[in-house]
């Protein structure tokens, strides 16, 4: 079974207060998050903070980045074999892009997109396989995800730019809401 993991553990520390919360098209970018991964997955996680939507999986160890994220989401979810992820602040990332990773993950390891050649993590898919090398990578306090996607250890399909291209402007799509400015940027 493929889940979805909503990531909200983060600190918020460049946007002043708890960026999950604030709205955007009359919603919370946390709901936003969860009602995209919903519309291509059978069951959502939130991973990181507790919004009071979908199931919870709290971080193993806090503050630790995304690969704390899928790490807590793997030793939680037993049932999951893989999981898509979307951070709750993408708000433009397309539907239609997730339903891709989703169906382009097949016998892969991890499906990631790459724009202007920068991965874009954390819109992507990973399976359980990688759960040994998330947890060596944390013990290590090596925790840049290029880190997990560039192990040989693993098939990782890259979805590269110009099959981006398909579903909008990667550039916009991918904008990361980081300071209160980037609401009003998007």
Known sequence: M?????????RSSRFGRDKCRETFKGKKLVEIAFEKLSAV?????VVGKDYGIGKHVEDV???????????????KV?????????P?????VPVEL?????DVSGDYDIVVPQNKGFFEPLVGYYRRTTLTRIKYLIDQQNLAMKNLILSPDFRVRIINESELKK????SRFFLN?????????I
């Not at 997955?41 to 996680?45: I, K, N, P, Q």
């Not at 037993?78 to 979307?86: I, N, P, Q, T």
């Not at 709750?88 to 433009?92: H, T, Y």
């Open 41 to 45: 997955v059978d069951e959502v996680y």
């Open 61 to 75: 160890f806090e503050y630790l980045g995304p690969l704390n994220a899928l790490y807590s989401f793997f030793t």
């Open 98 to 102: 997730l339903k891709f990773v989703r």
């Open 167 to 170: 579903f909008g402007n990667p």
């Open 177 to 185: 809401i980081n300071y209160p400015e980037d609401m009003e940027r």
């Open 78 to 86: 037993s049932e999951a074999r893989g999981v898509m992820v979307l």
């Open 2 to 10: 493929i889940c979805g993991a909503v990531l909200t553990g983060g």
């Open 88 to 92: 709750c602040d993408m708000p433009l």
